[in-house]
């Protein structure tokens, strides 16, 4: 297959980027009552984006009264007749990368999908979030969580439509308008996504911009360890800062209904090992149910 590089895109676990071409900028949209906005450019295949996880679930259980998240999609791959790389170059090296991307971010990625129902571009589910997007933001960013199960776990192509619905089900959308607003609405939404990820110099995900009331800014580029965007939020929220710290081994999955050992060992301050014997003895008292995958357990609240 011949590939045109002006599209290429790099996934580099050193960086935790994956690139894209880009430029430009723009000033943002108006915040809502809280002082702070994260203005997240993401794509649901993004591999570094499924690696921050971690950080932004404890972000907002810390200091989630000062923040808000506003997700943009920035549409990663097109297609593979537009997409070109050193070392993502095809499916069958998605694979291979996605393999890699697990081991260095301890969190379950599974890349047989990419073997067995390669997804032909990330498009699809980045509009269908755009749709969920149009019932609340609620439940969009559950879907979001839902989709990327889905497709880093299950093996599941969220390019189809049964699993995007499916998604939206779990996430409590209504089913009939997602499917009817990703066919005639989200498109729309989606081009929104991808003009202002250009005019904003968006090279790559995951990019997040922290912006307060007066424009000021802080981008952090690529995985980052919890401190950088702890420390980018701090410098922008005025006044004395009241950290929420959880209280106890079931607030991770508020919001959320499952959680990696990574993400329960960032949210904690545990290693991976202690997080295992915690997570060990929930499931043994039957506040969480494990869920095997290839990729690694995940876990599910309730039993």
């Not at 108006?30 to 994260?38: A, F, G």
């Not at 749709?131 to 889905?150: S, T, V």
Request: glycine letters at 6%; hydrophobic letters at 35%; aromatic letters at 12%.
């Amino acid at each position: 297959m011949q590939v045109d590089n002006k599209y290429s895109m790099n996934c580099d676990m050193d960086t935790g980027i994956c690139e894209i071409p880009q430029q430009s900028s723009k000033q943002t949209d108006e915040l809502n009552n809280k002082p702070v906005k994260l203005l997240y450019f993401t794509d649901p295949i993004c591999s570094s984006c499924w690696g921050i996880e971690p950080q932004l679930r404890k972000l907002k259980q810390e200091y989630g009264a000062y923040f808000d998240i506003e997700y943009r999609m920035g549409g990663l791959l097109k297609s593979w007749n537009e997409y070109g790389g050193s070392d993502v170059n095809g499916p069958e090296s998605v694979a291979q990368h996605w393999e890699d991307a697990s081991a260095y971010y301890n969190m379950p990625i599974d890349g047989d999908v990419w073997k067995e129902d390669p997804l032909h571009s990330s498009y699809p589910p980045a509009i269908a979030f755009k749709a969920a997007q149009l019932q609340g933001n609620q439940k969009a960013d559950q879907f979001l969580r839902r989709i990327k199960e889905m497709v880093f776990t299950e093996k599941k192509n969220i390019t189809h439509l049964e699993h995007l619905v499916q998604a939206a089900n779990d996430a409590g959308l209504d089913t009939v308008q997602f499917e009817h607003d990703y066919k005639h609405k989200a498109e729309h939404f989606f081009q929104e996504d991808l003009f202002m990820a250009k005019e904003w110099g968006v090279r790559g995900f995951p990019t997040i911009y922290f912006i307060d009331g007066d424009d000021n800014r802080f981008k952090v580029y690529g995985s980052k360890p919890y401190q950088v965007y702890e420390e980018a939020l701090l410098k922008l929220v005025p006044g004395k800062v009241i950290k929420q710290p959880a209280s106890t081994y079931e607030d991770i999955l508020k919001g959320y209904n499952t959680v990696t050992r990574k993400e329960f060992a960032i949210f904690y301050d545990k290693n991976l090992a202690e997080a295992d014997a915690i997570l060990l003895e929930l499931e043994q008292n039957y506040k969480v149910k494990r869920m095997e995958t290839k990729a690694g357990p995940l876990w599910k609240a309730g039993y």
